[in-house]
Structures are given as structure tokens and as C-alpha cells.
């Protein structure tokens, strides 16, 4: 747990307002108690209430009043800030002129002295932050994780003072930053998302650029994907020094680069000394496929490799190699007669799907959940991998008559048992013949509120189903299919 008395001593003796009690919400709760700071805490879930009173926080429902007389207000980043409309517990701390932060700028605040590397972007931030950890961890440097992924920033146990803190950042968090920025900042891509949140896809793209600002003269690194259009013009207001002083490296996996790293051909390239020198192959790290996995492992590259943290070539990819995957983003779960059953249900936008997508040939696609507003726009070039989909949840009917566009087969599963068990004979049946083989692959595009609590308990059902079935091949069963 972070010491929180440095944060403490600022307050002027006046209580914090905790708003929001889910994980890092109670985790602020427990690290500013037993810093003796009093704290005023609400939530509508009333379990979570409780849990924040045995804590020692005070329950009472933040009004204006009551805020006038805190610090400051520490709002979960869920709660929406802005848009599509503000919370009234953020409408009642801007009457009452308190500022609102989140636990990342209470860490920052409590002054622990250790160099920071704080990633974000639409997609790749988890795997590129525990990649990162994974590397450092590997060479023998003291490090942690936490923020978005892992432990709540107050929850975290430091590593003595010459150790690194890695941690994911979301928009929503760097909207509740108003000066913590991380000593080494990481921008992986921008893509439209969360734009009911932030109101509109420049609101989304000023959330993500202001973890690059910094303050007068201070430096720092700033290491960005230039794939997408948002990301290369932000690049361009780096090295013109508009939006904050650092040294700046281009990551890409499209094009060269220079003064940073690019993927061609699998290789790895470093430019930052003015050539372009050859590393090692990302070819065969099977925990890193894709085209996008290249983009992580580049900015995992290019972090590491920096001076600020100096890692060897040899010491980066030992940790590459070495590098085991997140849960439930592209995991190859099962192998069976050659045949690999893939779990990707992390992948809850048509984005992110179509990374995993474009990583295999020959693809059995589960496919499926509560669609997102763009629904699978943008996967068109993609859809000659699909050799067949098999559709669930709510947005089943919208995906078939989607597909029916392209002439892309499907079945109409309904459910993830349905869907594993139809995959899995087909994939079996037709491994012999012509074309055969393939990947069945759960990437669904989705959210999974309709059926699951989670992507993570999708993602495990997906798994127990796949751990069950039989190795050897069944005769498919024609159900609601459209060939």
C-alpha cells in the first residue's frame, strides 16, 4: 500500500470526498485512512457502501454543501465527467470549486521519487504495459504494475528508490490527472471509441494527447505509434515542441521511422542513433501475433531501449521471448489435432477484433455480444479470412445481416456452447480436405454485458468449453446456417 501522509500534509487538515467504490475507490479509502485522513465516501451500491465504512469513511451523499467543505473530490473514472452528461456529484464539486482527481494523481501527489512509464491508446495498452513490466522484471530491475491493469495505484507495494512504476492509463483516468504526467509517456494509437463519453472524437483524441504535456523546462520521453492519422499529427506537434518537451520516438509497423523503431518483415529495426540497425525477429513469439502485437512490442521496444531506462537488445528480447500474454487476448488455449482454438474475448469492438483477425488465415469466427455503435464496420478486408462465423447474443440478427453483404457464411448460435461445439466439428470435419485446417477464434467485436457479467468471464466459459470437448472429429450438425 502507497503512503499517502506527504498527499495528506497538503490538505490543510480538510476531509477527501470519495466518490465511486469500486476497486480503486475503496483502495483510496484505505490508503488515505491510514493516513489519518477523514474521508466523506458515497456509491449507489449499497454493499460497497459498507465495505467503504468498515474502511472508516464517513458515508454521505456528496452534495454541494458537503464538498465545499473537502480537499478535493476523488471520482471514480467511470463516472462520467462531461458527457453525455455530467454526474451531479461532478456538477456539485465545479459549483462548489473542488477539484477532482483520480488515485493516479494521489500517487503522484505523495511524492515516492521513482520514474514513471504510463501507457495508453484505443487498443494495446494492457498488453504493451504488462510486456513492458514483463521486460524489466525479467532483466532484474524492481518494478510494478498497476493504474488500469492489476493493482489500483494505492494499492500497489513500491520497489526501493531506483525501481520503475508501470502503469495503463485510460482517457478517463488522464481527465482526472490535472498534473500527473508519467516520466516516460506512451500513445500507442488512437482509433473512434468512448465518444459518449468524451462527447466527440476530438475531445477523445485531447484526452489521449495530454499525457505528453509537461511543465517548463522538463523533459521526458514521449514514444508514439504513427499507423493512424490522430497519432502522426500528433507526432508532428512533438517535434515542433507545442505540446510539451521531450525526446521524442516514432513507432511503426507500415513504414520506416527515424530517430525511433519500425517492424518490417518481422524484424525489428532500432533507428534511433541515425541507422537503421537490424535487432531480432519477432517471428514465432506466439504470445505476440499480429501485426498490432509488433506495434506493442516495438513501443515495449523503444521504452526499454531508452536511456532513461537502458536495457541491452539482448535483455529487451529475452523478455519478449519470455513474454507469456494477458488472459483473454488472443490466448491459445487449446491445440487439437493442429487445430488452434484461440481466446480473444478482450477484443470488444470491431478495432480490436480485427487485430486478431488479420493475425490468422482460414478462421472458424465466434463472433457476438452487445455490438458497439459502429458494429463491424471497417472489417470489410478483412473478411475474406472469415471461412465461417458463428453469431451470439444480441447481436446476432445485426452481424448475419451484415455478413449477408459480403457473402460471408454463418450460423446462428445464439450462445457461446452452441457456438464453440458448431465451430469445433466443422473445423475437425473439414481439417483433411483442400483448405483445410485454420484457427477457431473467439474475437467478438462485443461487448458481453448481454450474457456475461465480463469480457473475462466470457472468455472463461469460453475456455471450460473448449477444455471439454472431445479430440476426436464430429459429424456437424446443420442448424440456422446461411452457406
Known amino acids: ?25 475503496l483502495s483510496t479509502v484505505r490508503a488515505l485512512s491510514k493516513a489519518g485522513v477523514k474521508i466523506k465516501a458515497w456509491d449507489d451500491n449499497e454493499t460497497q457502501r459498507a465495505e467503504a465504512e468498515k474502511l472508516g469513511a464517513e458515508l454521505v451523499e456528496l452534495d454541494e454543501k458537503t464538498l465545499a467543505a473537502c480537499a478535493c473530490l476523488v471520482l471514480a473514472p467511470g463516472v462520467p465527467l462531461y458527457f453525455p452528461e455530467p454526474h451531479p456529484v461532478a456538477k456539485a464539486a465545479r459549483a462548489a470549486d473542488v477539484e477532482i482527481i483520480c488515485d493516479l494523481e494521489i500517487l503522484h501527489r505523495c511524492g515516492h521519487g521513482l520514474k514513471t512509464i504510463g501507457i495508453t491508446g484505443t487498443n494495446g495498452k494492457s498488453t504493451t504495459t504488462a510486456l513492458i513490466t514483463h521486460i524489466l522484471d525479467q532483466s532484474g ?33 488522464l481527465d482526472l490527472c490535472p498534473t500527473f504526467r508519467p516520466d516516460i509517456a506512451v500513445l500507442l494509437n488512437i482509433t473512434p471509441d468512448h465518444l459518449d463519453r468524451h462527447g466527440s472524437f476530438e475531445n477523445y483524441i485531447d484526452a489521449k494527447t495530454r499525457i505528453f504535456e509537461t511543465q517548463g523546462s522538463e523533459e521526458g520521453v514521449a514514444v508514439i505509434g ?105 490466448k491459445q488455449v487449446r491445440v487439437i489435432n493442429g487445430i488452434p482454438y484461440i481466446d480473444d474475448s478482450k477484443a470488444t469492438n470491431a478495432e480490436a477484433a480485427s487485430k486478431a483477425v488479420s493475425a490468422y488465415d482460414r478462421i472458424y469466427w465466434i463472433a457476438g455480444g452487445q455490438a458497439k455503435s459502429d458494429g463491424l464496420e471497417g472489417m470489410q478486408p478483412l473478411l475474406p ?33 452452441v457456438a464453440v461445439k458448431k465451430a469445433h466439428e466443422d473445423a475437425q470435419e473439414e481439417r483433411g480436405q483442400p483448405g483445410g485446417g485454420g484457427v477457431v477464434l473467439l474475437s467478438p ?20 468449453l473448449v477444455l471439454a470437448l472431445d479430440d476426436e472429429k464430429k459429424q456437424p450438425e446443420a442448424s440456422g446456417d446461411n452457406a
Open 1 to 25: 500500500m502507497i503512503d499517502c501522509t506527504r498527499f495528506a500534509e497538503q490538505l490543510d487538515g480538510k476531509p477527501v470526498a470519495v466518490f465511486g467504490l469500486g476497486r480503486s475507490g
Open 141 to 173: 530491475r524492481g518494478v510494478v504494475m498497476g493504474g488500469n491493469i492489476g493493482e489500483p495505484a494505492l494499492d500497489m507495494k513500491l520497489p526501493k528508490k531506483d525501481g520503475i512504476i508501470v502503469l495503463e492509463i485510460s482517457s478517463y483516468q
Open 226 to 330: 504513427i499507423d493512424d492519422e490522430p497519432c502522426r499529427k500528433i507526432y508532428e506537434l512533438l517535434m515542433a515542441f507545442e505540446i510539451g518537451k521531450r525526446r521524442t520516438r516514432p513507432v511503426s509497423c507500415t513504414s520506416t521511422t527515424e530517430d525511433g523503431v519500425y517492424v518490417e518483415d518481422s524484424i525489428l529495426y532500432d533507428t534511433r542513433h541515425g541507422k537503421h540497425v537490424e535487432t531480432q525477429s519477432l517471428r514465432g513469439v506466439t504470445s505476440l501475433r499480429g501485426l498490432h502485437n509488433y506495434q506493442n512490442a516495438a513501443a515495449a521496444y523503444a521504452v526499454c531501449a531508452s536511456k532513461d531506462i537502458g536495457l541491452t537488445i539482448e535483455e529487451i528480447f529475452e523478455g519478449i521471448r519470455t513474454y507469456p500474454g494477458l488472459p483473454h487476448r488472443q
Open 385 to 417: 479470412k472469415i471461412h465461417h462465423a458463428y453469431l451470439i447474443g444480441e447481436a446476432m440478427e445485426e452481424f448475419a445481416s451484415w455478413l449477408d453483404q459480403y457473402s460471408v457464411s454463418y450460423s446462428l448460435c445464439g450462445d457461446m456452447k
Open 445 to 464: 467485436a462485443c461487448a458481453s454485458w448481454d450474457q456475461y457479467d465480463s469480457f473475462e468471464h466470457r472468455g472463461r466459459h469460453f475456455e471450460e
